[in-house]
């Protein structure tokens, strides 16, 4: 990789005005958040996302430690919610341990499977009392076979009523039909998309639907290759949302060959998978890392940000996010 300096240039830029009435007044200076996580998805430099889950149980030191050293170096922790129908610690709790012990901003993804509309609303109302920057509004991954406990799907909303909820509270109005709340919860939002659908068309329908019901940006599933990148960061720009790609590296070969038999959206992107075969883990990495770093090269000047995925663990993916960070700087890794 070249260590000279990047020169980012210019993406579309968005500009957002305070949708809060001036009599109302929006907690913890949130306004002042939301813009802070809309500057750096505006600026020239990619914005650096890490996508992690929180911790199976109640043990959380070791994570924090790991995040630690994203401090001065990523710009979002984008945290997920209960990802493949695995129970994990609450996102909410865990996003709240992050921002109090390492000062990162958050995304907080909010999922239509597990909670009613009441649920729902807690939570977002928490998340605007505890100062979490963005909310991203999903349906939920399909619950496992087996492995579930026996849990139920609730889908009391959809995204797109989820979406409507959380302008609606934005708004101060709880949908029980009292005062507007004064003191206002202003979450920045944004959804999911799979620009690896074939065919595209029925991905650019949702995202158009969603951007009408007031998605500001997208955070996209994995993706493998420039055009495919661009195709959808090009519709999605149309639609006034920034882009924040999924990038996932892959740890070893098992990784690959799971990607490559069990998601058929990843049919085009077999090749990439065939260069993992028959190499060892430490070999795979660096692959992993170095296949990575020049795809995020190709695209930075085309989107809003990158967020690095953490699949089986966040080790890899806190190292690509460090060199993705040095190199973008201009500092050889």
């Given at each position: 990789m070249?260590?000279?300096?990047?020169?980012?240039?210019?993406?579309?830029?968005?500009r957002?005005k305070?949708?809060?009435?001036?009599k109302?007044?929006?907690?913890?200076?949130?306004?002042?958040?939301m813009?802070?996580?809309?500057?750096?998805?505006?600026?020239?430099?990619?914005?650096?996302?890490?996508?992690i889950?929180?911790?199976?149980?109640?043990?959380?030191?070791?994570?924090?430690?790991?995040?630690?050293?994203?401090?001065?170096?990523?710009?979002?922790?984008?945290l997920?919610?209960?990802?493949?129908?695995?129970?994990?610690?609450?996102?909410?709790?865990?996003?709240?341990?992050?921002?109090?012990?390492?000062?990162?901003?958050?995304?907080?993804?909010?999922?239509?499977?597990?909670?009613?509309?009441?649920?729902l609303?807690?939570?977002?109302?928490?998340?605007?009392?505890?100062?979490?920057?963005?909310?991203?509004?999903?349906?939920?991954?399909?619950?496992?076979?087996?492995?579930?406990?026996?849990?139920?799907?609730?889908?009391?909303?959809?995204?797109?009523?989820?979406?409507?909820?959380?302008?609606?509270?934005?708004?101060?109005?709880t949908?029980?039909?009292?005062?507007?709340?004064?003191?206002?919860?202003?979450?920045?939002?944004?959804?999911?998309?799979?620009?690896?659908?074939?065919?595209?068309?029925?991905?650019?329908?949702?995202?158009?639907?969603?951007?009408?019901?007031?998605?500001?940006?997208?955070?996209?599933?994995?993706?493998?290759?420039?055009?495919?990148?661009?195709?959808?960061?090009?519709?999605?720009?149309?639609?006034?949302?920034?882009?924040?790609?999924?990038?996932?590296?892959?740890?070893?070969?098992?990784?690959?060959?799971?990607?490559?038999?069990?998601?058929?959206?990843?049919?085009?992107?077999?090749?990439?998978?065939?260069?993992?075969?028959?190499?060892?883990?430490?070999?795979?990495?660096?692959?992993?890392?170095?296949?990575?770093?020049?795809?995020?090269?190709?695209?930075?000047?085309?989107?809003?940000?990158?967020?690095?995925?953490?699949?089986?663990?966040?080790?890899?993916?806190?190292?690509?996010?460090?060199?993705?960070?040095?190199?973008?700087?201009?500092?050889?890794?």
């Amino acid at each position: 990789m070249s260590g000279s300096r990047h020169d980012f240039p210019s993406r579309p830029s968005f500009r957002l005005k305070s949708p809060f009435p001036r009599k109302y007044r929006v907690g913890y200076d949130l306004w002042d958040l939301m813009n802070s996580i809309l500057s750096s998805l505006d600026r020239q430099k990619p914005s650096l996302w890490l996508e992690i889950a929180p911790p199976r149980g109640i043990a959380v030191q070791s994570l924090i430690e790991k995040l630690a050293s994203l401090r001065g170096h990523a710009d979002v922790i984008n945290l997920a919610d209960n990802a493949l129908g695995k129970v994990k610690m609450s996102g909410l709790v865990f996003a709240s341990m992050i921002k109090q012990r390492l000062g990162l901003a958050i995304a907080l993804n909010v999922s239509c499977r597990d909670r009613n509309r009441f649920a729902l609303k807690s939570d977002l109302l928490g998340a605007g009392a505890l100062g979490i920057e963005a909310v991203v509004a999903l349906r939920g991954d399909k619950l496992p076979k087996d492995g579930s406990a026996g849990a139920l799907p609730v889908h009391d909303v959809d995204t797109f009523g989820l979406l409507r909820m959380i302008a609606d509270l934005n708004l101060g109005d709880t949908g029980e039909g009292k005062r507007l709340l004064r003191t206002l919860p202003a979450l920045l939002v944004g959804v999911v998309g799979n620009p690896n659908r074939r065919p595209f068309e029925p991905e650019a329908e949702l995202l158009r639907r969603k951007a009408g019901a007031g998605a500001q940006f997208v955070v996209t599933q994995p993706i493998f290759d420039r055009t495919t990148a661009l195709t959808f960061t090009e519709e999605a720009q149309r639609l006034g949302l920034r882009v924040v790609l999924g990038i996932l590296p892959l740890k070893r070969e098992s990784m690959a060959d799971y990607m490559r038999t069990n998601i058929k959206d990843l049919s085009s992107a077999v090749h990439h998978f065939e260069r993992y075969a028959g190499v060892s883990d430490d070999d795979a990495r660096r692959i992993s890392l170095d296949w990575n770093l020049s795809l995020m090269d190709e695209l930075a000047s085309d989107v809003a940000g990158f967020n690095i995925m953490s699949g089986g663990g966040p080790s890899l993916a806190i190292e690509l996010a460090l060199e993705w960070n040095r190199h973008a700087d201009g500092i050889s890794p």
